[in-house]
């Protein structure tokens, strides 16, 4: 009785502290729409009213279910047919550094001009202003919603990544990113890095600063003083006071590096080992009759059938090698039926997580996705990931410096190359041991993501905006933050010194040889 009681009081303590959130959603990815609804149903499920707002700049068909009691807010804006221009020619192509500069630039552009559209559609801003909404998250990807949000006067917001963090928020909120050893996010190098991949950390930290400054954020700061205020802030001076960020990471697999109390890591929320489903129909019978499987899907970006026809045979001639294991491929074709080994399954659909929780599952074959890779972490599945574009490699290779994986690059695709690996992950247990022992240290964290998540969502609402989270940097201008102005003064003192050091030897030099000089001129 005396239970049921209070659970009866903490029921209703929860609901009087409900919060109404708004979440924005870049239709960018299957990804980025699964895991803001997982943020939205542990928020709802703590009695919290949630709407997500999606923004649909994408024509892709979507697969996930919403909880009814979550509210879905559709903005139609589609400005790029994404499957048809953007696979053939990224997924499976080694691009040259011009035709990747004009996709970076086409796919950037796309946010100053949804943005436009957003902000000539002023019913649907009063109605989001209408709703008074107590919390924001907003995505990395630009800084419009980071206008919108401080044009409806909503003062608690969070900035929300499907991601690791990106590149030009943490500049934005002061927090330093040595590129000597934090490389930029979109880039294939380690930690560890030697000279020349110090050289290209350094270009690339300064290139991507030039090229988000230039090809969005100057075009969004002119959209707002055009449609909403010609005097309106500077986007970066409203971005460098945000109360709170979230990320979904976690400092045991992410790259160590220099990080602040307002960054959080909510990494693999919804994953928790067991919370897997028993396999059922074709998927049961394939592992029921396997020693071992294998795993191998591209994500919702990057269909396998796409493949340039030679990486497919690579793949399938490494695969018949291994006949002792069972390889479960998500491919959306029927063109390699006649060409496939016995040991290889396709289907249109995985029940990819139910798979990677399978005791028999070995190894995952992987685009790299960061969705993807905390899958493979949270069931305990070394991976092997098959860089294509964007963060991809920088995952990969903190899969590598973990050892629990290793990255396949395009130009490495070839038989012999996929067959090394293979035989280095199902005949040697080393990188399975420590994927287990990964999934272990996760498990025992003192504090879930769903902890962080709730509390911090609660806390930034009730002490918005949490200027003692932000750091004096902010204010700062590169001179200053840099002490380019204090080294320049030190050097100055130094070179000061030096020259009257330099005229005090010459002068007493001159004092001892003069008489010397007299001297000889008498002799």
Known sequence: MFLLLLATIFCFARVAHSYKAVMFVPTIAQSQVIFNVRIAEKLTAAGHNVTLVL????????????????TVLPWEMYVLDWEKQSQPEVNFKELSVWEARTLMAQKLGIFPASCEKMLKDTEFIERLRAEQFDVAFLPMFDLCTVGIVKHIGIDAWIWLNTGRLMDYVAYYIGLPSPPSYV?????????????????????????????????VVGHENALFRRYIDRNFPDLTEVARMCPLVMVNSDELYDQARPTFHKVVNIGGIGMKHGDQKPLEGEFRKIVEKASNIVVMTMGSHAQLSAMPEKWKMAFMNAFRKFDDHHFILRYESDDLNAKKPNNVHFSKWLPQNDLLHHPKTRLMITHGGYNSVQEAIHAGVPLIALALFGDQFTNGRIMESHGIGRILRKSEINEQRITE?????????????????????????????????????????????????????????????????????????????????????????????????RKQKTQ
Not at 55 to 70: G, H
Not at 187 to 215: H, V
């Open 55 to 70: 923004l649909n700049m994408f024509r892709f068909e979507k697969e996930k279910q919403l909880q009814t009691n979550i």
């Open 421 to 517: 690996l293979l035989n280095s992950f199902l005949r040697d247990r080393k990188y399975k041991d420590a994927a287990r022992r990964m999934r272990r240290m996760i498990e025992k964290r003192p504090e879930s993501a769903e902890d962080r998540l709730l509390a911090w969502t609660e806390f930034v609402v009730e002490f918005k905006p949490l200027d003692n989270l932000t750091p004096y940097a902010v204010q700062l201008g590169f001179v200053q933050y840099h002490c380019l102005d204090v080294i320049a003064f030190l050097a100055l003192c130094v070179l000061l010194v030096a020259w009257i050091i330099f005229l005090l030897i010459k002068m007493v030099v001159k004092i001892f040889r003069i008489p010397s000089l």
């Open 183 to 215: 490389p930029p996010m979109m880039s294939d190098l380690p930690g560890n890095m030697t000279f020349l991949q110090r050289a290209k950390s350094f270009l690339g930290w300064t290139m991507t600063m030039l090229i988000y400054e230039r090809s």
